[in-house]
């Protein structure tokens, strides 16, 4: 308002003349009477004015010209000190100031006119009224002048009066304000000039205010004498004060400060009254209150002296301080470090409470200021060295709040006057603004208040939010210190502590949001530049909340404890999650965790064990944060808040038994924690974990369970006493399940890092879930299980980043003992694999193989899972996959085969059973449309199904579906290997890229043959599985398909098949074969009876052995054409062989005779051959060309054709050329059949070496069938073999012979192969051993005379077999015995009836040497002497022959051989080649004619004629063919052919005879004569035998053909001791009847007597056919003194003695005649 304007119009100052006139006129009138100057003054002023408005223009100026003098009435009027004079004066002055028309001379003046007023004590409001007019409607009052009007004021503020002192009060504080204005308006007017700078101050001389301008200078003046004052020292400037209150004084102070602060901080001089005035006095007026401890008295009634603190000035002090804090601290840093210390040592429990009241209300001041507090942060907390003055406060007022609960209350000082002793009434408590005020209920219980362990405070409303509106700070009026209401202080200290946390995080959210603008904006203008002040900015914010944080959540959590006020807690909870999102947001993870801690612990029931939060709370408690010497503690939640109960459930943790407790509070926590999670999840970072582990024991408590999706629902507790809820949180729980769910999906909108964090945090419970639930049974919690899963699910477009941690983990819930919670973890992750390939990615997942691969990769690693449900999940999955995008699997084909294909046997069935059904679906649906490099796989996991063990049926099923596939690949054969040649270049061009070779099964071979190759190695594994039906259907399947298919194959492949299939596949069934188990199978299960033939492990095996070599055997017959042009193939079939041998010389006679069977397979190989005739049939079938080739047979014998070779059509098919061999190389087969010479020999050699070890039972020995076709292999492979075919293998091969007939049988068959013992039939082994020689011996017929040489060894192997009919071949040690003298139970081994093998043996031999016996090998190798050798074992044996056939056979074998051998052997007498012989004939005829056993109890006379009759035949041979050509046959065997006739014609039935020694090739007759002869009496006598020798020996002897004298010697030496053992005979016969009396001699002498006679009578009959000169003379004598003794033996009583004695005597009457001349010595 101008009131220029108003007071300078022509109609004011027109009025103000006429007011001044008149004002005039009444004081000439007042005191016209008593004060005549005053009256003559006040008309003499009239016509000045009346002067002056006539002459000037400007009437004002001039007036004010003037005023001294226009003044000058109403002064004197006032001088009058009437009261009426006075006010009309004052009123008249008044109003020519209010036109400002007072020059300053003139405002002096009325100064001192007035300062007399006031000390006479006239009108002093009035005065008051005049001096701030004066004042305020000018600015000419400067200097003393001035200082007189305001100690004009101070000295009426202090009258009685109580009107004028509060007037003047208001006056003071008005002159006051008005001083520091006018300066300020000052240096508004001057700003625009320059200033010379101020003379430096180097004293601190308080009148150096030279530099100052007038307006200034006063106030500084002002300023300077009121802290004088209030220090209670002497102005310098106000002169004349008489006295003046420190409160008064503070309050002025206050008020400068308050309101002028901008001339404190832009003059120099006024910040060094602050700095060197103001702060001294306020630290010195502090001092009582610093000292002061509460105790010692009870009341302060008065200004006390120093020691007691003074409400008033305690109160104003503080009210200074908080303006000095707020304005100046950047002017007064250390002073307001001491402020704000002192301000914290005033909240100290021992201060009394009004004092502490007060603190509070100014620390709540500091606390809605964030930018002041900012400024403490990084005037003080941050610079080095100073006191962290910002985290003081806080923790300040946490220790205040914490000693509220703690301490006792002591009550206030002045508390004991009041007359309710200190407590609160009700309707103070309730009082206005609490929000227990519109409770209906008793004022105590509604009353929102905070209760701590039995301390109850109640709350009240003390400010709006954000302004800290105090009410003891203003109490300016009392003096003593007012009595503080229960609950006030902590009301204060809480609404400070919730604007604290309010201030700080708007102001650091609202300048972090611009900062982050700013960086957006900038980004977008130039992306590169980082802001430079950006550190700064945020180093102060986090320093700010280091500096607060332990403080305010100290307290905030013992509030929230505290707190049972709904809105209370509310607010405390707001506070706790606006500090922890804060925290987030800078990173400051400690802080934040411990505040997140703080609301997780206070939403689980108290003392809930979770570890999670107690180690969080551990590290933190751990800081006990000092402050000044009191500590804050971190207050655990108390469990004693009388809390209503909403919940009661079972808690997850294993520490409290039994049920917790829910309280509304828990829930309201809860809820905050879900409110903290949805909002700030981005900030939480790790401290997810704490958030979700504190939801889960939540979650579970309340019985929330998950659902499809992993939503959590309502659902009833299994064990325990289940969850007892209120209605109320029943209504609630959906809410809460659905703010659950809405809290995952919203991780949507998290970025990646904080979604990972969350996804960690998931994990990391879940882990802790897993290990709870081991080793007990209990529920599991699933909370975090079911969030991965709900988390995963919305986060599907970015699944990349999530899948690896969220998969990898829910893999290892998969593996968790606990079957509920396996279960989850399997339901999550086939869940998130089948959601993730239906959802439709950017770019589709055809596309991006890499993203289908990692979505496939963990139902993959579920096969490493060993649990039966978890694969039964995956599997499922598999299926349900299949089912959906099998089209679309592509590159993720091998990924879902290798899990179909992860089977093991210890899974179970079902599983299997699954998995296959899988398998099946890929095979009949998907094989076109997958990969042809998953064909491969494909073949594997089929095979891996066959090998399985669980269930037979799958095993062989899946061999039928490896069939099928190798159709597919027939049929599909061009275009698979199109395609998999593209990704074989593909394969190989990365592999070189690399440097590696291409890694590849079976790499050289063409990538289509190594597809075939994989399917037959597969099929190669299932034919050695340790189940039968599955071998025998893998062996099967292979060869057909090898068979139906093997054309398909590039020759060099075959050479893999061969080597790396075939025999690989031989050698693993040789090896399983030899090591299998012998024990017998007990009958399968169930009904199933296993044949004797398969009942071990061995012969089942056996049988796939059997199979195996069948199969490769035919492959070689059937491929020859394509072998053979494989380079190795000689190298093969020698392995071949190997493998044929092994098996043949296996213990296991259905094995070796299988293998034989083979051999004599492969042996009929002849090169085979195109037939043309055959394929018509096939071509009009449609069988594909190439297939034709391989159906057509290749049988024996056809004839070699190399055109048009299938080799050759496969080559213009493969684009190969064939590698011919060299000309008559393929026609060259010898090497091969020697090969199969030697396998043959090895096996026969093995085979028939008979067992080294004694009679063990195990022994095993080879059966008859497998040696007959072993033998009958023979033959065959003779005629391929005999152009080479020397001595050395004739050896070999015999005894090989030798040893297969050796071979005894076992008892329990032999009665299906031995012919019964009257029938004499050869054994087929025999049969066919002999047809081998027999083939061998036609071969050597025709062949070159070189071959001749062999007919020796024939015989020599014939011959040893004819000793079999006497000594049968032992097999080794091991006893065998005979059929006839055993029966077969009894019998391990029964020795072969050798008997008719030997004789037609010895046939063949005969017939033979018929054939033979000239030929020089025979005559050289003295094959006669080995003839006659052999014969003579059976010979010699005669009636202990093990047949009687045999040595009767011999006999006239013999007999045969002689004579053709006879005449040969007289021929080559010269050569000398038979020397030899003729010694052997010699032992042959004696062994047979006196032969050391004895006939046969039971022989017939007829038989024994019989016998005597082959005696006689042999004698006369002799006399035939031996005697008459003595003279070309050694002496020496003549000789013994003589003794032999000798012993013949004396007896030949005595076994004495056999005994005798030759000596000198003649034996020693009187030996012979003096043995007894001790035969029993049944012996019969050969007596035609004896009678032909006889007569044979005495023709011999008499015949004139001796060739040498010796001889006819030695038979005439022999008569002689004959004729005289006779004579001997006869005596004693004689005597000894002579004294036997009538008893008869023995049977034995008789015989021998009748024996003796007979033979004389032959003598007499020789002697008369003989030449008389021939005889000699001893003899006739001898022969004359016989006669004598005969006569005598005429007496016996023996008729057969007595016919005989007719007959000896009478050929005697030849020579009785008469005596011519004298006979001496014989000789005439």
């Not at 950006?534 to 509030?559: I, Q, R, T, Y």
């Not at 398998?919 to 073949?939: A, H, K, R, S």
């Not at 050509?1525 to 004495?1552: C, D, T, Y």
Request: aromatic share 8%; net charge negative.
């Amino acid at each position: 308002m101008s009131v220029k304007m108003s007071t300078s119009s022509p109609e004011a100052v027109k009025k103000l003349v006429e007011n001044m006139q008149a004002d005039l006129r009444s004081l000439s009138m007042e005191c016209k009477k008593k004060f005549p100057p005053v009256k003559e003054a006040a008309e003499s002023g009239i016509v000045k004015i009346k002067t002056i408005a006539a002459r000037n223009t400007d009437i004002l100026a001039a007036l004010k010209e003037n005023s001294s003098e226009v003044v000058q009435p109403f002064l004197m009027g006032c001088g009058t000190k009437e009261p009426k004079i006075t006010q009309l004066c004052l009123a008249a002055i008044q109003r020519l100031m209010s036109h400002e028309v007072v020059s300053e001379a003139a405002a002096g003046n009325i100064i001192n006119m007035l300062w007399q007023l006031m000390e006479n004590g006239l009108e002093e409001l009035k005065l008051l009224q005049t001096v701030l007019v004066l004042l305020t409607t000018n600015t000419i009052v400067h200097d003393e002048v001035l200082s007189k009007a305001i100690v004009l004021c101070f000295r009426l503020h202090f009258t009685k009066d109580n009107i004028t002192n509060n007037t003047a009060a208001a006056t003071v504080r008005q002159v006051v304000t008005v001083v520091f204005e006018r300066m300020v308006a000052e240096d508004e007017k001057f700003k625009g000039l320059t200033e010379e700078p101020p003379a430096v101050q180097g004293n601190s001389n308080r009148r150096s205010v030279s530099t100052l301008r007038p307006s200034a200078k006063d106030a500084y003046m002002l300023f300077q004498d009121l802290c004088q004052l209030v220090n209670a020292d002497a102005p310098y400037w106000l002169v004349g004060m008489t006295e003046m209150t420190r409160t008064f004084g503070l309050e002025l102070l206050e008020s400068v400060l308050n309101d002028f602060p901008e001339v404190f901080l832009q003059h120099q001089e006024f910040s060094f009254l602050l700095k060197e005035r103001v702060c001294p006095l306020v630290i010195k007026l502090f001092s009582p209150n610093i000292k002061f401890r509460q105790g010692s008295c009870s009341s302060a009634s008065s200004p006390a002296p120093v020691e007691k603190p003074y409400f008033p000035i305690c109160m104003r002090l503080l009210r200074v301080v908080s303006v000095l804090i707020k304005h100046f601290y950047s002017l007064l840093v250390t002073e307001c470090e001491i402020f704000l210390s002192l301000l914290v040592k005033f909240l100290d429990g021992e201060k009394p409470q009004w004092l502490r009241a007060v603190a509070v209300e100014s620390v709540h001041r500091l606390c809605v200021q964030p930018h002041l507090l900012r400024s403490f942060c990084q005037s003080y907390d941050m610079k080095p060295h100073s006191t962290k003055v910002f985290r003081d406060i806080v923790n300040a007022l946490g220790s205040f709040i914490q000693s509220l609960f703690i301490l006792p209350n002591t009550g206030n000082t002045s508390s004991t006057g009041t007359p309710a002793g200190g407590s609160v009434s009700g309707s103070q408590a309730s009082g206005p603004g609490g929000p227990g005020a519109a409770g209906a209920g008793g004022a105590l219980t509604t009353q929102a208040a905070f209760e701590y362990r039995g301390t109850w405070i109640p709350l009240m409303s003390v400010s709006v939010q954000g302004s800290a509106k105090a009410t003891y700070l203003e109490m300016l009026d009392k003096v003593e210190p007012p009595s503080i209401p229960e609950g006030y202080a902590m009301s204060v200290a809480f609404s400070a502590l919730l604007d604290l946390v309010r201030g700080i995080t708007l102001m650091i959210e609202r300048e972090l949001a611009t900062q982050e603008q700013e960086a957006a904006m900038r980004e977008e203008a130039e992306p590169v530049l980082s802001p430079p002040q950006e550190p700064m900015a945020h180093e102060v914010w986090e320093e700010m909340v280091n500096a607060c944080w332990c403080g305010l959540l100290a307290a905030l959590s013992l509030l929230l404890d505290a707190s049972t006020d709904e809105t209370a807690t509310e607010n405390i909870l707001k506070a706790e999650l606006s500090m922890a999102s804060l925290c987030g947001r800078l990173g400051l993870v400690t802080p934040r965790d411990a505040f997140i801690t703080a609301i997780c612990k206070a939403s689980l029931p108290p003392h809930y064990a979770l570890t999670i939060l107690s180690s969080n709370a551990a590290n933190l408690s751990n800081k006990v944060y000092s402050i000044q010497g009191q500590s804050v503690q971190m207050v655990s939640p108390s469990s004693e808040s009388h809390q209503q109960v909403v919940a009661v459930g079972q808690p997850l943790t294993a520490q409290p038994q039994g049920t917790v407790v829910l309280t509304a509070k828990n829930i309201q926590c809860m809820r905050t924690l879900l409110n903290l999670a949805h909002c700030h999840g981005a900030y939480l970072g790790t401290s997810w974990q704490l958030v979700l582990a504190t939801l889960q024991h939540l979650v579970w408590i309340l019985g929330l369970k998950p659902s499809v999706g992993g939503v959590l629902k309502p659902g009833r507790a299994v064990e325990g006493p289940s969850t007892v809820l209120t209605t109320a949180v029943m209504t609630d729980l959906p809410v809460i399940s659905n703010i659950l769910s809405r809290l995952f999906e919203s991780s949507q909108y998290l970025d990646d890092v904080s979604l990972h964090h969350l996804i960690n945090a998931l994990c990391s419970l879940s882990m802790e879930a897993m290990e709870m639930a081991y080793g007990n049974n209990k529920e599991p919690s699933l909370f975090a299980v079911a969030k991965l899963l709900e988390t995963g699910l919305v986060n599907m477009d970015r699944i990349e980043i999530l899948w690896r941690p969220l998969t990898a983990h829910l893999l290892e819930v998969c593996q968790h003992p606990n079957t509920r919670m396996r279960e989850w973890g399997a339901e999550a992750i086939t869940s998130l694999i089948k959601a993730g390939l239906s959802y439709k990615h950017e770019p589709p997942l055809s596309q991006n193989q890499r993203l289908q691969l990692l979505l496939l990769n963990p139902l993959k690693e579920l096969s490493n899972v060993l649990h039966a449900d978890i694969r039964q999940k995956q599997l499922e999955c598999v299926l349900q996959i299949l089912q959906n995008q099998g089209d679309s699997l592509g590159p993720g084909w091998p990924l879902v085969l290798g899990v179909i294909g992860a089977i093991r046997n210890d899974q179970g069935e079902s599983l299997i059973r699954t998995a296959f059904q899988c398998l099946q679906l890929v095979v009949t649906d998907f094989l076109p449309t997958m990969p042809c490099m998953c064909l491969q796989i494909v073949v594997d996991v089929a095979g891996s199904f066959g090998l399985q063990n669980q269930e037979l049926n799958i095993s062989l099923t899946s061999i039928g579906l490896l069939w099928n596939i190798s159709d597919y690949f027939f049929q599909r054969g061009e275009a698979i290997t199109e395609e998999l040649e593209k990704e074989e270049a593909v394969l190989l061009k990365q592999a070189q890229d690399k440097g590696e070779p291409l890694n590849r099964p079976f790499h050289p071979a063409p990538p289509f043959d190594c597809l075939w190759l994989c399917l037959y190695a597969k099929l190669g594994e299932l034919c050695v599985d340790p189940r039968p039906a599955v071998r025998k259907s893998a062996g099967q399947t292979m060869f057909s398909t090898i068979a139906a298919h093997g054309t398909l194959l590039q020759p060099s492949t075959w050479n893999i098949v061969v080597w790396k299939v075939l025999f690989h596949l031989l050698d693993c069934v040789r090896k399983s074969s030899t090591t299998a188990d012998k024990e017998k199978i007990e009958s399968g299960g169930g009904n199933i009876l296993i044949h004797h033939s398969r009942d071990t492990a061995e012969k089942q095996w056996a049988e796939t052995w059997v199979l195996t070599l069948a199969g490769v055997a035919r492959i070689f017959n059937t491929r020859r054409y394509l072998l053979q042009q494989l380079g190795d193939f000689f190298k093969a079939w020698e392995v071949l062989l190997d493998h044929i041998q092994s098996a043949a010389l296996s213990k296991n006679n259905e094995v070796s005779l299988a293998a034989l069977k083979s051999f004599q397979e492969i042996l009929q190989l002849v090169t085979p051959v195109k037939d043309t005739d055959k394929p018509d049939a096939l071509a009009a079938m449609d069988v594909p060309h190439v297939l034709m080739e391989s159906l057509q047979g290749s049988g024996p014998g056809r004839p070699l054709v190399r055109s048009d070779s299938l080799a050759e059509r496969l080559a213009q098919r493969y684009g190969v050329q064939p590698s011919l061999p060299p000309p008559g190389e393929e026609l060259d087969d010898s090497a091969l059949w020697w090969s199969a010479w030697n396998t043959w020999y090895r096996v026969g050699t093995e085979c028939t070496r008979p067992p080294s070890g004694g009679t063990d039972k195990l022994v095993f020995v080879p059966s008859q069938p497998f040696l007959t076709a072993l033998i009958q292999i023979f033959p065959a492979l003779y005629q391929h073999i005999a152009g080479g075919f020397s001595m050395e293998d004739l050896k070999k091969l015999g005894v090989i012979l030798y040893g297969a007939v050796s071979v005894p049988i076992s008892s329990d068959s032999s009665p299906f192969i031995l012919p019964s013992y009257t029938e004499a039939v050869l054994t087929s082994l025999q049969e066919a051993v002999l047809t081998a020689l027999d083939v061998l011996q036609k071969a050597i017929c025709v062949g070159s005379e070189n071959l001749q040489v062999m007919y020796p060894a024939i015989f020599e192997q014939l011959l040893l077999f004819v000793e079999f009919s006497c000594k049968p071949p032992q097999y080794g040690k091991m006893e065998t015995k005979h059929v006839a003298n055993a029966k077969y139970n009894q019998a391990e081994w029964v020795a072969l009836n050798y008997v008719p093998f030997a004789e037609r043996s010895l046939e063949v031999v005969v017939d033979l040497y018929h054939k033979t016996a000239c030929h020089k090998a025979v005559i050289t190798e003295k094959v006669l002497q080995n003839i006659i050798k052999t014969l003579r074992i059976p010979l010699g044996l005669k009636y202990a022959c093990p047949a009687e056939s045999t040595w009767k056979l011999a006999v006239s074998s013999l007999l045969k051989v002689l004579s053709i051998g006879l005449p040969v052997a007289r021929q080559q007498a010269s050569s000398g080649k038979f020397d030899t012989m003729w010694p052997e004939l010699a032992n042959a005829f004696e062994d047979f004619l006196f032969t050391k056993s004895t006939p046969p109890d039971n022989l017939s006379i007829q038989e024994f004629q019989k016998n005597e009759a082959v005696d006689v035949e042999v004698v006369q041979l002799i006399s035939t063919e031996i005697l008459p050509f003595a003279n070309f046959i050694p002496k020496e065997f003549v000789g013994r052919i003589m003794s032999m006739l000798n012993k013949g014609s004396i007896h030949s039935q005595s076994s004495s005879f056999t005994d005798l020694e030759v000596n000198t090739h003649c034996y020693d007759w009187v030996t012979v004569l003096h043995i007894k002869i001790k035969a029993e009496m049944d012996i019969r006598m050969r007596e035609e035998f004896s009678k032909v020798c006889f007569e044979t020996l005495l023709q011999f002897s008499f015949s004139n053909k001796v060739s040498t004298p010796q001889e006819g010697y030695i038979s005439r030496m022999a008569l002689s001791v004959l004729l005289q053992r006779a004579q001997d005979v006869l005596r004693r016969y004689v005597e000894d009847e002579r004294l036997s009396g009538r008893c008869p001699l023995p049977r034995q002498q008789v015989t021998e007597i009748i024996f003796v006679l007979k033979a004389i009578s032959t003598l007499m009959d020789s002697l008369k056919k003989t030449q008389p000169e021939n005889v000699d003379g001893n003899v006739w004598a001898q022969v004359i003194a016989l006669y004598p003794t005969l006569v005598e033996c005429i007496t016996c009583s023996s008729p057969e003695v007595s016919s005989a004695l007719k007959d000896a005597l009478g050929p005697f009457k030849d020579f009785m005649q008469p005596p011519v001349s004298k006979v001496q010595n014989g000789e005439s």
